[in-house]
Nanobody
Framework: QVQLVESGGGLVQPGDSLTLSCAVS????????IGWFRQAPGKEREEVSC????????HYANSVKGRFTITRDNAKNTVYLQMNNLKPEDTALYYCAAEQWYCWPTGHVRGRGTQVTVSS
């Protein structure tokens, strides 16, 4: 059974950086695409970034291109989201989701999330 646990969120100021981690257990990460999503109160879920090991594809939302980077360490079964130059509009609950093979995960298999708050 796939389990995902996020960590690394927090309260930061505009322009700061954070790195989120998604620890995956129960499966071999090589076989899965891992996506990062976010949802702010009153807003719909937004796809942030996704990486598929199967086809080596990487995807980013336009709103985060150039600021966020997704990486994965298959040896540690962990996927990271490096977030630079954070903005108040990046404030949301961030969670990771897994799907076999290709982006984007449906979100049915996901972690509980980690809160990111960007405020001065």
């Amino acid at each position: 059974q796939v389990q995902l646990v996020e960590s690394g969120g927090g309260l930061v100021q505009p322009g700061d950086s954070l790195t989120l981690s998604c620890a995956v257990s129960g499966v071999t990460l090589d076989d899965y695409a891992i996506g990062w999503f976010r949802q702010a109160p009153g807003k719909e879920r937004e796809e942030v970034s996704c990486h598929s090991h199967s086809d080596k594809s990487t995807h980013y939302a336009n709103s985060v291109k150039g600021r966020f980077t997704i990486t994965r360490d298959n040896a540690k079964n962990t996927v990271y989201l490096q977030m630079n130059n954070l903005k108040p509009e990046d404030t949301a609950l961030y969670y990771c989701a897994a799907e076999q093979w290709y982006c984007w995960p449906t979100g049915h298999v996901r972690g509980r999330g980690t809160q990111v708050t960007v405020s001065s």
